[in-house]
């Protein structure tokens, strides 16, 4: 659990990602990350075609939306700890709805679902906001079926510069955007606070998965998980 960085801890508030990082972060992450977060939800594969699916920390909804248009037979439900979040992902959802998608506000320390719930987790770029990330990954153990598996994507602390400095380039490009301040707040505070794709594999392995494949994602500064509960 990380507690040194009181800046980093407010903007994991609710109240920060309602009504300072939130606005901004939806209005420039797709266009700086679609890519890569399409290419996940496109290497995560159902295990059924009626799959029930869970995205912990589903922010503006982008993932979870993409996911249940790319899968129109899953059930797929996006969960967020700030409610305007949820707000926004309600919104961009009734502009075009889909039955099979829902969203609503829940913790990724205390999920509320039931044990052994779901076919299959998807958590992208949201560990690093956790209070306590072994908690959070005991819980997405808990309600994953036996033998299902959790896809996680995370921004990599260790990533190398031309990565960083591509991705910054795209998160940076609109107008409005203070280019340096958000190079140095990306720098510091999202890749700075994040985890390594080996720390992350320790902690996936300290809450109680025995079988992980972590691994560092190509041309992007990025790792990614596949976390598969034991039968």
């Given amino acids: 659990m990380k507690t040194g960085n009181i800046f980093k801890q407010f903007l994991d508030s609710r109240a920060a990602w309602g009504y300072i990082q939130g606005p901004v972060y939806n209005r420039v992450i797709w266009d700086a990350a679609g890519e890569t977060i399409r290419e996940m939800v496109d290497r995560t594969p159902f295990a059924k075609p009626d799959s029930k699916a869970l995205d912990v920390?589903?922010?503006p909804g982008?993932?979870?939306v993409y996911a249940a248009r790319k899968h129109s037979?899953?059930?797929i439900i996006g969960v967020d700890y700030s409610p305007e979040q949820v707000k926004w992902?309600?919104?961009?959802?009734a502009r075009d709805p889909l039955p099979n998608c829902s969203?609503?506000?829940?913790d990724a320390m205390n999920l509320r679902f039931d044990d052994n719930t779901?076919?299959?987790v998807i958590s992208i770029a949201s560990i690093k906001h956790w209070p306590d990330p072994v908690r959070g990954l005991r819980e997405i153990s808990r309600v994953l079926k036996p033998g299902c598996a959790a896809h996680i994507g995370e921004?990599?602390?260790?990533?190398g510069p031309r990565d960083f400095d591509i991705f910054a380039s795209a998160f940076t490009n609109r107008w409005w955007v203070n280019k340096p301040l958000v190079r140095w707040f990306l720098k510091s505070t999202v890749f700075g606070q994040s985890y390594s794709c080996a720390e992350a594999e320790r902690m996936a392995r300290e809450a109680g998965f025995a079988d992980v494949l972590a691994?560092?994602?190509?041309?992007?500064?990025?790792?990614r998980m596949v976390l598969t509960k034991s039968v």
């Fill in 57 to 59: 920390g589903s922010g």
């Fill in 62 to 64: 982008y993932a979870t």
């Fill in 73 to 75: 037979a899953a059930t």
């Fill in 89 to 93: 992902a309600c919104r961009i959802l």
């Fill in 103 to 106: 969203f609503e506000i829940g």
């Fill in 118 to 120: 779901f076919d299959l």
């Fill in 155 to 159: 921004a990599d602390r260790d990533c």
């Fill in 215 to 223: 691994e560092k994602i190509p041309d992007r500064p990025f790792f």
